[in-house]
């Protein structure tokens, strides 16, 4: 009799265990970046792999000048005035995500312009935001707090950082061969920590 009664009570508890992890869905993951020195979009990239997410890049409807010293001076401008340039990329159904990557350059110590666009447009109340960065050495500036200010009703969770390229010394893609390796051993321990993988 007790062991019939062991067996129908570790019956039961296993079939409600079943019952709880059908029950329990993943997280669904949106990882959206401007990149500009592809940078920002090795770090994307590897966050994808990682995460199996969806991953968009940002692109401007009128994309900014090629030429290096151009670009600072009108994102210097847009800065200036608060100008959000107009998005080319349309996101569909960014209800469904519940976790949203952001990644993004720092230019001149602040969040790019049209991340900028991108925060104010679409709506990420109640998500999970996480910010991710590249810059030329001169660390995040200003940017995962803008992020914050931009999303006063999401979650926003510890951002990650690391040295990319520096157009302005004509270093483009930093994040290859050996860099990007240990890199990509970073973006691991990086969502460990935050428990996303």
């Given at each position: 009799?007790?062991?019939?009664?062991?067996?129908?009570?570790?019956?039961?508890?296993?079939?409600?265990?079943?019952?709880?992890?059908?029950?329990?869905?993943?997280?669904?993951?949106?990882?959206?970046?401007?990149?500009?020195?592809?940078?920002?979009?090795?770090?994307?990239?590897?966050?994808?792999?990682?995460?199996?997410?969806?991953?968009?890049?940002?692109?401007?409807?009128k994309p900014y000048p090629q030429n290096y010293k151009a670009t600072v001076e009108q994102?210097?401008?847009?800065?200036?005035?608060?100008?959000?340039?107009?998005?080319?990329?349309?996101?569909?159904?960014?209800?469904?995500?519940?976790?949203?990557?952001?990644?993004?350059?720092?230019?001149?110590?602040?969040?790019?312009?049209?991340?900028?666009?991108?925060?104010?447009?679409?709506?990420?109340?109640?998500?999970?935001?996480?910010?991710?960065?590249?810059?030329?050495?001169?660390?995040?500036?200003?940017?995962?707090?803008?992020?914050?200010?931009?999303?006063?009703?999401?979650?926003?969770?510890?951002?990650?950082?690391?040295?990319?390229?520096?157009?302005?010394?004509?270093?483009?893609?930093?994040?290859?061969?050996?860099?990007?390796?240990?890199?990509?051993?970073?973006?691991?321990?990086?969502?460990?920590?935050?428990?996303?993988?």
């Amino acid at each position: 009799m007790k062991n019939l009664i062991l067996i129908t009570i570790l019956v039961v508890s296993v079939a409600l265990a079943n019952a709880n992890a059908q029950s329990i869905t993943p997280k669904k993951v949106l990882i959206v970046y401007l990149s500009r020195t592809n940078n920002t979009k090795a770090v994307a990239e590897m966050i994808q792999k990682n995460t199996a997410g969806a991953l968009v890049a940002l692109e401007l409807q009128k994309p900014y000048p090629q030429n290096y010293k151009a670009t600072v001076e009108q994102v210097a401008r847009e800065n200036e005035t608060g100008f959000l340039p107009p998005l080319k990329t349309k996101i569909v159904g960014i209800e469904k995500y519940d976790i949203v990557f952001v990644g993004f350059p720092t230019w001149g110590m602040k969040l790019p312009p049209p991340m900028k666009s991108f925060l104010k447009q679409y709506d990420l109340k109640g998500k999970t935001v996480i910010p991710f960065n590249t810059n030329g050495g001169y660390g995040i500036g200003s940017t995962f707090e803008t992020v914050k200010e931009l999303c006063p009703e999401s979650k926003v969770l510890k951002g990650f950082t690391t040295k990319g390229g520096s157009e302005r010394d004509g270093q483009m893609l930093m994040i290859k061969g050996d860099k990007a390796k240990q890199t990509e051993a970073d973006i691991k321990l990086w969502l460990r920590t935050l428990k996303i993988i």
